[in-house]
């Protein structure tokens, strides 16, 4: 049974993650708005969204250091205040200038909000209870890309875009009052000195490199700045590496990546986030480009995703006890597959409960992998190496969500020279045929790593039933045990080594 507070916490922190992930994903479906209310380009408004998810991507880093040099209660409370605070100024901003500024302050807010509260969770989690925390913390992440594109639309539609940012003030207000409630770490005075280096190098190569999706997401900017920007922040990226490698106290210790789950599930679930923060976007887009369906059917139908999301939750936890995490994670990872595959050969004609129920499966899908790698990555992290894995994992998920909409958007690039080579033709229809075959391949990939784990990783965190717990023991104690069996068979009856398994 789960420590009440604890479960508390992780509700509150998986609340402010919901409040922060959907800041970056519900602003694009007021662009023509804004745009309008200012007096500029959409392209213009770009600014927004980038300038957030910028701020994002170089301050989560920092965020660790920051809670144990000032304190986790603080710096928790701060952030929330901070991101509340700075809603409240978008929602009254005049101009575009003051609005990206507030932008800015509220990345700050969201970038030492979430991961904060994740590490004061984590470290205060026993590995038996580990499955069920991180069911909580994974599942805002899930469901903000799904449910976005028809609240925005219903927001836009039927109010002002102001209210896109006014509705974190009651959430906000809440998740403050609960903080100060539940939050009760005292300030470590054994924090490292700040690794200044490291900041900075890792600031412009990670911010470098969100910058450089958005660039190559929007259809008005060029390949070649997108790309040269790519560049640039990989060489800063590369020389961030090299020095967090050597460095004594590095903000972030890559030493972490030692550890096989954490690597394999890192890897994996990195690829996994793409595709599931692409698959909505493309969805979206293709229901009113190509099916010429209303934005609220179109939204309607993509949030069967968050349907399937919320369904599979209760029995994610005993599918991972019963059938282990190897298993599971193979398993929702080419669903996940399937589901791309599908989505990529639907047309008009399709009936829309067929396109309900895909989106479902997709949604369960989603869900159930996710949370397998979210929960499998710190299986084997022991307890003061928690901070930096929570940090590495914060700042690889925010740039993979970064990257899911520009991965969507070169996917329909590429996709309409390559509709010409598979179908002999260029049509908009084939493009998103082969944008969801590449996420399909990307699905593919995320399996692939899965299967590398080993077929017992993450057994310390699951309750196994006493006769799989005892066939797993049994299993175990054979492995054990053969070359000793195989010594003495050839040892007292040599020529009955001849046959035995050991020895061809």
């Known amino acids: ?37 200012f007096a500029v380009s959409s392209s213009a408004i770009g600014l927004v969204i980038t300038s957030y998810m910028v701020t994002l991507a170089v301050l989560i880093p920092l965020s660790g250091w920051l809670a144990e040099y000032f304190g986790t209660r603080r710096v928790f409370l701060a952030a929330i205040a901070v991101f509340t605070l700075a809603s409240l100024g978008c929602a009254l901003s005049t101009s575009l200038p003051g609005l990206v500024a507030m932008r800015v302050l509220q990345g700050a807010g969201g970038a030492m909000m979430v991961p904060v509260g994740r590490v004061v969770v984590l470290q205060h989690t026993e590995k038996k209870d580990l499955m069920k925390i991180m069911s909580y913390l994974v599942w805002p992440g899930l469901i903000s890309p799904a449910i976005a594109p028809l609240l925005g639309g219903l927001i836009v539609t039927h109010g002002s875009w102001k209210w896109l940012f006014l509705i974190n003030l009651p959430l906000g207000a809440a998740g403050f009052a609960a903080a100060w409630k539940l939050i009760r770490i005292p300030p470590d005075s054994s924090a490292p000195k700040l690794d200044g280096t490291g900041v900075v190098l890792m600031g412009v190569g990670v911010g470098g490199l969100t910058y450089a999706a958005h660039m190559l997401a929007d259809s008005s900017a060029s390949w070649s700045s997108g790309l040269m920007m790519s560049a640039v922040s990989l060489l800063f990226t590369a020389a961030a590496i090299l020095h967090l490698c050597r460095a004594a106290h590095p903000i972030v210790n890559l030493r972490v990546l030692k550890i096989r789950t954490f690597r394999t599930a890192q890897l994996s679930s ?12 493309l969805m979206t887009l293709l229901f009113q480009n190509i099916f010429g369906w209303s934005p609220t059917l179109a939204g309607g139908i993509v949030l069967f995703i968050f ?32 589901t791309m595959l599908l989505s990529g050969i639907i047309t008009a004609a399709t009936p829309i409960a067929l396109i309900a129920l895909l989106a479902l499966v997709s949604g369960i899908a989603r869900s159930t992998a996710l949370t397998g790698f979210s929960t499998i ?27 899911g909409i520009a991965a969507a958007t ?67 104690l054979r492995q054990r045990c053969a070359p000793y069996i195989c010594v003495f068979h050839l040892t007292v009856q040599p020529n009955a080594g001849a046959n035995l398994p050991f020895t061809k």
């Open 410 to 476: 070169i996917a329909l690039r590429a996709g309409e020279p390559l509709s010409r080579f598979f179908f002999g033709s260029v049509s908009k229809a084939g493009a998103y045929s082969i944008a969801f075959f590449l996420l399909a391949v990307m699905a593919t990939l995320a399996a692939v790593g899965a299967a590398r784990l080993q077929p017992g990783a993450g057994n310390a965190l699951r309750r196994l039933q006493p006769q799989t717990a005892q066939a797993s023991e049994n299993k175990l």
């Open 377 to 403: 990555a710190y299986s084997d992290v022991p307890p003061e190496q928690v901070r930096h894995a929570n940090a590495f994992a914060s700042t690889s998920q925010n740039l993979a969500a970064a990257f």
């Open 270 to 281: 990195s690829l996994y986030w793409i595709m599931v923060g692409s698959a909505p976007f």
């Open 307 to 338: 349907v399937g999301n919320i369904a599979i939750k209760p029995a994610t936890t005993p599918l991972l006890n019963r059938f282990g995490f190897r298993n599971v994670l193979i398993a929702s990872t080419l669903l996940g597959a399937i």
């Open 1 to 37: 049974m789960i420590n009440p507070k604890l479960r508390n916490m992780a509700l509150l922190v998986a609340g402010c993650y919901f409040m922060e992930n959907l800041d970056s994903t519900i602003v694009t479906t007021a662009v023509p708005a804004m745009s309008r209310a």
